[in-house]
């Protein structure tokens, strides 16, 4: 079995939307063949900060460079 824990932190301002999408994204990902679980947790320790218990759902990102805004001339912005 494998088991994803992704944590989200937002401002109280916000909170109330990111349970609602929350929600939607765990009743339908329980509507998935071969979920067991999936559920979104308020975390006792922190404000506004959620935990999303899942299935897994990973993807790999590679960045080549990164550049501050600062380092962007005037004809590259």
Known sequence: ???VVGRVQTDADRRDA???IGQAVSKASRE???CISYRLYQDTELDNA???VAPPDV???TIASTM???E???DQA
């Open 59 to 61: 993807k790999f990102h």
């Open 68 to 70: 501050d805004l600062a």
């Open 50 to 52: 959620l935990v999303f």
């Open 32 to 34: 998935e063949t071969g």
């Open 18 to 20: 990111l349970v609602r």
């Open 72 to 74: 962007l001339s005037a």
């Open 1 to 3: 079995m494998i088991v």
